[in-house]
């Protein structure tokens, strides 16, 4: 089996890798997750099929806040493996769903788990967005923009393709917070909020490590993932410690009229 690719100089490879040796089902979310650094969560909205990514879950319920989603089309880009699109009509009712991610492999993976006649998932660059003006009303991008080499151009799309007055919900880590209202300014977004959740990233990472450690664990046993892969991100999972330096931010923009 080929190493595992770089998640930062090649993510493309590094998803379509994970989604080639990982394909389990029960392997929806790969993001950091949120918990309150108290600790004071509540998770009882979340099924308890579901209760092993409710770190997750939390993150994107958060990331959302006050945006109503409930009846609206959204945009998931960098969808991954299609949790967080799943979740966007199951928990916050959008009446339609379509998750975009440059990995084919992710995609095609999304497409087999996920059955659900609100949800499409295709396969896109998020700098040059195959979708009609004003086609959604809200976009959401989870740990994704990071990647981007050309942000300006993703900002000047998601503008483009959101209708009149539609939210950009985005939250990202290491990214200068001058540069994102930059970018926001120049693509015509008002910033409604943006808050720095770096301290309840790290707490979550902290506090779901044993269970993905043992759920990775589970997947080799049962033979529905590669060893060798399991290994490495069990690895990364232990090896990982908070770091200060390192900050996650969330942000909601409108688009102005």
Do not use: H, K, N, W
């Given at each position: 089996m080929s190493a595992v690719p770089n998640p930062f100089e090649a993510p493309r490879l590094f998803y379509d890798h994970l989604a080639e040796h990982i394909p389990d089902p029960r392997f929806a979310f790969m993001n950091y997750g949120y918990s309150d650094p108290g600790g004071d969560d509540d998770f009882s909205w979340i099924d308890p099929p579901d209760q092993i990514w409710k770190y997750s879950l939390n993150l994107l319920k958060r990331l959302v806040g006050p945006v109503a989603v409930r009846g609206k089309r959204v945009l998931d880009v960098g969808c991954g493996r299609g949790g967080n699109g799943?979740?966007?009509?199951?928990?916050?009712?959008?009446?339609?769903?379509?998750g975009l991610d440059l990995s084919a492999r992710a995609v095609t993976l999304a497409q087999q788990i996920i059955d659900d006649p609100r949800i499409n998932f295709v396969v896109g660059d998020a700098i040059s967005l195959p979708f009609a003006a004003e086609r959604f009303d809200v976009a959401i991008n989870i740990e994704s923009a990071q990647h981007y080499q050309d942000r300006a151009r993703f900002f000047a799309e998601i503008?483009?393709?959101?209708?009149?007055?539609?939210?950009?919900?985005?939250?990202?880590?290491?990214?200068?917070?001058?540069?994102?209202?930059?970018?926001?300014?120049?693509?015509?977004?008002?910033?409604?909020?943006?808050?720095?959740?770096?301290h309840g990233a790290q707490a979550a990472v902290v506090r779901y490590k044993k269970d993905r450690i043992e759920l990775l664990r589970d997947f080799a046993a049962r033979g529905t993932a590669s060893s060798e892969t399991t290994d490495w991100m069990i690895a990364a999972l232990e090896g990982h410690e908070p770091d200060e330096d390192v900050r996650y931010h969330r942000w909601i923009l409108r688009k102005k009229p």
């Open positions: 799943a979740a966007v009509v199951r928990y916050l009712g959008a009446a339609e769903l379509i503008q483009r393709v959101l209708a009149p007055e539609g939210y950009f919900c985005i939250t990202d880590f290491s990214m200068d917070v001058a540069e994102m209202e930059r970018l926001a300014q120049e693509a015509r977004f008002r910033i409604i909020e943006f808050e720095d959740i770096s």
